[in-house]
């Protein structure tokens, strides 16, 4: 894999998902990774509090987010010049999460 971040450092993924259960699924498989930190926002507002405050490697687009409130995120995310990706993510199992979220890091 060909990527800027060093694999021991830690990699921060935001995952933004208006449904509470999936959005946990999600990050415990996240969180079961090594050296890997998932922050749930569960609305357009969360995410971009926690967008502002910290700087993610990854953001994670799920089930609830309309394509409204995902172009505020994109434009506040160019905003602060973060260069994060962005992937939607609607389910397929941990192996397609994982794949998804190592294809974003080796765009970064």
């Known amino acids: 894999m060909t990527t800027n971040i060093k694999m021991t ?3 921060n993924i935001l995952i933004v ?3 509470q259960p999936i959005a ?3 990050a415990r ?3 079961k990774m090594e050296n890997w930190q998932a922050t749930v926002a569960l609305s357009l507002n969360d995410a971009l509090e926690n967008c502002y ?5 990854v953001v994670l687009i799920g089930s609830g987010i309309n394509q409204e ?6 434009l506040h995310l160019e905003k602060l010049k973060a260069n994060t990706p962005v992937v939607k993510h609607y ?4 192996g397609l999460l994982y794949a998804e979220i190592y294809q974003a890091l080796e765009k970064k």
């Open 9 to 11: 450092e830690m990699i």
């Open 17 to 19: 998902c208006t449904n």
């Open 24 to 26: 946990a699924t999600i």
């Open 29 to 31: 498989l996240i969180d």
């Open 53 to 57: 405050a910290k700087k993610f490697d």
């Open 69 to 74: 409130h995902e172009d505020v995120l994109l």
């Open 91 to 94: 389910g397929g199992g941990s």
